[in-house]
């Protein structure tokens, strides 16, 4: 039986970046809590087997990009609401 939980990540504001959670997870949305980026999953917490999630971030009016292999994942605000970032998982992988 599975043992699914909430678990925050926190996220870097970067354009790529690597993110090791259980297989199987299900990302449910990214916001700043704090003031730092993070993205919550719901995870299998007894599934043994973990694996690299690759994440791209852009800010709005940045370059992207081949976009063939983004999935849109959620969009944030950081700074006052100055900056806003837009999260993709690459489904290339890592």
Known sequence: MADNRIFKYELSISDTQVVTVPVGHK?????????????????DTEEPTTEGLLIRMHGTGHPV???????????????????VYHVFKDTRGV
Do not use: K, R
């Not at 449910?28 to 995870?43: F, H, I, K, Y």
């Not at 990009?65 to 900056?83: D, M, R, V, W």
């Open 27 to 43: 990302v449910l949305s990214v916001q700043t809590q704090n003031g730092v980026p993070c993205m919550w999953c719901l995870v």
């Open 65 to 83: 990009g081949n976009a063939e292999h983004l999935e849109f994942i959620a969009t944030f605000q950081i700074g006052g609401g100055s900056l």
